[in-house]
């Protein structure tokens, strides 16, 4: 079940709840196969049959794409970082290269958060398995 780390925003949050309760979408799919998954268009077409329901909801919130690129190493998966976008497309070199490099970072600073409890008192011992900030449009 992924666990929402942090949200872009109430859209992102939305969806990152969207994927949590339904148990399926592209951060799910990423997080399962270790690997990018790149939903260009949840209009129709294949990225829209793949996750129905997700898709009709993420649609409906003005979402038309979806990457979803997972934190970790071949290993272990810590969660994915998903990126939304309002029209329907991929993402050109640069920007899917950028995206790779920002996953990187966060994937190394989850790696250094503490795995025993903290100062509060909360148990800190599960690590987040979905994150979910969103990209500017």
């Given amino acids: 079940m992924p666990v929402p780390l942090c949200a872009g925003g109430d859209r992102a949050s939305y969806l990152a709840e969207i994927q949590?309760?339904?148990?399926?979408?592209?951060?799910?799919?990423?997080?399962e196969a270790g690997a990018v998954v790149l939903a260009r268009d949840l209009t129709s077409g294949a990225?829209?049959?793949?996750?129905?329901?997700?898709?009709?909801q993420a649609t409906a919130v003005g979402v038309?794409?979806?990457?979803?690129?997972?934190?970790?190493?071949?290993?272990?998966?810590?969660?994915?970082?998903?990126?939304?976008r309002d029209t329907p497309g991929g993402l050109t070199g640069p920007?899917?290269?950028?995206?790779?490099?920002v996953?990187?970072?966060?994937?190394?600073?989850?790696m250094e958060l503490p795995h025993g409890g903290t100062a509060g008192g909360q148990a800190a011992a599960s690590r987040p398995r979905c994150?979910?900030?969103?990209?500017p449009q």
């Fill in 20 to 31: 949590a309760t339904l148990g399926d979408g592209p951060c799910v799919s990423a997080a």
């Fill in 47 to 56: 990225d829209a049959g793949r996750w129905p329901v997700f898709a009709q």
């Fill in 64 to 84: 038309r794409a979806v990457y979803a690129l997972p934190l970790g190493s071949g290993a272990v998966c810590l969660g994915t970082l998903d990126l939304y």
């Fill in 95 to 101: 920007q899917l290269r950028t995206a790779r490099l």
């Fill in 103 to 110: 996953a990187g970072v966060m994937t190394r600073a989850l």
């Fill in 131 to 135: 994150t979910r900030p969103s990209a």
